[in-house]
């Protein structure tokens, strides 16, 4: 039998049972408000974009990057710059290109002019020669061979124009003998004339048989005489001066032949064109040199000055003077405070060109237009590294002092044409405006 619940009076006073949790000695349970993570996921996402942006600036420019870092952080500590080297420190005051060492007048690749095989290599790399010293020989058994028989044609040309020489003299003498032939001829030839002309009138009745021989005797004399004169007109009319000039145009022909040759064996000796530095030694003995070799058998450095050629880009050439202070760095080195080299342009270029040293990295383009501008290397050892000095070929960037190059003035915009009020009925003409009538 269930007991059924009691009304209990307003004195009663009834204690209901704790629940579990709240018992003595229970685990007690304390729940907390629970808060929204979106603000912390925004902060780390901007900082994970702006550390991004950190990263890019300093691929693209990292000597720029830890400068800027570098002069917050003096900043911060309480270091301040002067204000000059504060503004010139600004990146519109400066203007960086790629470039690489190169001579005052370039290298001088070194062919041998004549194929054969390289006989001995007197010099190794890097080696200083002086002016016409002896570099590699070829094998000249060849070009030796060919210079004897040179010389032997220009002696034998040499004796026909000596031959050809008499000529004159010989031809000059049978113009005389066949004058006195044709002198002697005349003399029968008249002889036999008047021989026929006596017979003629002679007192003494000749008989027919004597006439016609006296007669047939003066004709043929006398075209005897007019054979030799004919004989004696050839030999006039013939020019011996054409065999002589022909023989001298031959002995000529052979002399050239002949300093060919000699020429071809003097290119068997390949000599230093000047003093200078053997900078790439790519022949040794018993090669082969072909008539079209794929490389040069020798890079040359002559004596000289030593340049950097840069390149600037066409957005930043305008600031480009002769004169200007360049600040080079090895491009394989970041570090902005450790220069290689002073220097200063020497000129400038007047055509943009294609790059001349393409670099294959993500960020460089090479598919523009470039201003070379040659930059002198100051000699100074004072304003040179001499932990890293600067060699031919070497790839730098160089920092081009723009200070005080004033920009490009651009054109001011025209002002627009205020449109004159209308005038009112009555009111009078200005002074620019015409009266009908008047």
Known sequence: MSASPTTQGPATQVTQPAPPHLKPGAAQVIRRPQRNPGPILGLLLVL???????????????AEFKRVVGNLGKRISGETKPAGAELSDLPMNRTFCIAHVDAEHGLAPLYPLQPGRVKQVLVDEGQKVQKDQILFTLDDRIARAQLEEAQAAVAASKAQWDNAKQLETQHR???????????????????ARRMFENLQSSSIAPTKDQVFSAQMQAEAAQAEVDARKIELDALQKLNPTYQVSQAESDYKAKEAQLKKAQVALDEMVVRAPSEGTVLRLSVQVGETLGPNPRMPAIQFLPLGKQIVRAEVEQE??????????????????????SPLAMGKVLSVSNWYSPRRSMVMEPLQYNDIRTLECLIEVDASPANQNPENMLRIGQRVRVELDTRGVAPKAEPAEKSPVKAQPPQTQGASPTPSTKVAGS
């Open 48 to 62: 994970g974009v702006l550390a991004g942006i950190l990263g890019v600036a300093y691929l693209i420019k990292p």
């Open 173 to 191: 003498e049978k113009i005389a003998g066949q004058q006195k032939v044709v002198d002697g001829k005349k003399a029968l030839a008249d002889a």
């Open 316 to 337: 930043f050439a305008s600031a480009v003077r002769v004169g200007q202070k360049a600040i080079i760095y090895d491009d394989a080195r970041s570090r902005r405070d």
